[in-house]
């Protein structure tokens, strides 16, 4: 079993939507991570929290809006997505991301998302 | 930038054959290496990690040794089974890079009984 869970597992919104991807992890990490996987291909990252602020934003359309409520919780807020976001979604934790860390990231098993 | 190379899938092979997939590198200082492994469905495992040049990363019969050198970290397994089936991910973390992964193109492993 995972220990970064992700919900839902599967969801379908049309463009005009606004829908919310959950993450939660208790291991007392303080790094947490989006990344977005298209099929066969590796995860893009997307976002990084470090202690709760954002720390990395690679360029990520505003459609997409992050939110970490604390340390155990990360959001991924969804507005007016286009049908080239269908993807799976991972969320991803780690203990600690600042320099000198070599924490390994733990993933979850990521929301599949399909947008009509 | 930093960057990773993998060979390219899908790889085919019997059970109980030998399995190496080849990963090389390119990156600035002394980065933190990583193979993962994705099972059909499923985020993402991590399957061993090296910090250092030399340090050698081993879980489940799985292998692989950080080669400053040849700038490698090559996976090898002994003896596959079918439940190696999956697509693997070599990956590195550079040092104050908040933790971010450069991930290679996946090698897709299929073990056929």
């Known amino acids: 079993d995972t220990e970064v869970t992700q919900t839902p597992k599967h969801l379908v919104m049309g463009m005009t939507n606004k829908k919310s991807l959950k993450c939660e992890q208790h291991?007392?990490?303080?790094?947490m991570y989006w990344y977005k996987q298209k099929a066969k291909k590796p995860p893009e990252l997307m976002f990084v929290y470090s202690y709760e602020k954002l720390s990395i934003n690679e360029s990520v359309p505003s459609r997409f809006s992050p939110e970490c409520p604390n340390s155990s919780l990360l959001n991924l807020h969804l507005h007016a997505l286009q049908p080239e976001d269908s993807a799976l979604y991972l969320c991803a934790s780690s203990q600690d991301n600042r320099a000198g860390f070599d924490s390994p990231l733990h993933f979850g098993n990521g929301t599949r998302l399909t947008v009509t | 930038g930093d960057s990773v190379t993998q060979m390219e899938g899908p790889v085919t092979l019997s059970e109980e054959a030998f399995l190496t997939i080849n990963c090389t590198y390119t990156a600035t200082g002394y980065p933190s290496l990583f193979w993962y492994v994705q099972y059909p469905g499923e985020g993402l495992q991590l399957l061993l990690k090296?910090?250092?040049?030399?340090d050698k990363g081993s879980n489940k019969g799985f292998e692989a040794t950080y080669r400053k050198e040849t700038t490698s970290f090559h996976l090898e397994k002994g003896s596959v089974q079918v439940s190696d089936s999956a697509v693997y991910f070599c990956a590195l973390s550079g040092f104050n890079q908040g933790g971010k992964l450069i991930f290679g193109q996946g090698t897709e492993l299929s073990v056929k009984p």
């Open positions: 090296a910090t250092k040049a030399d």
């Open positions: 291991m007392g990490h303080r790094a």
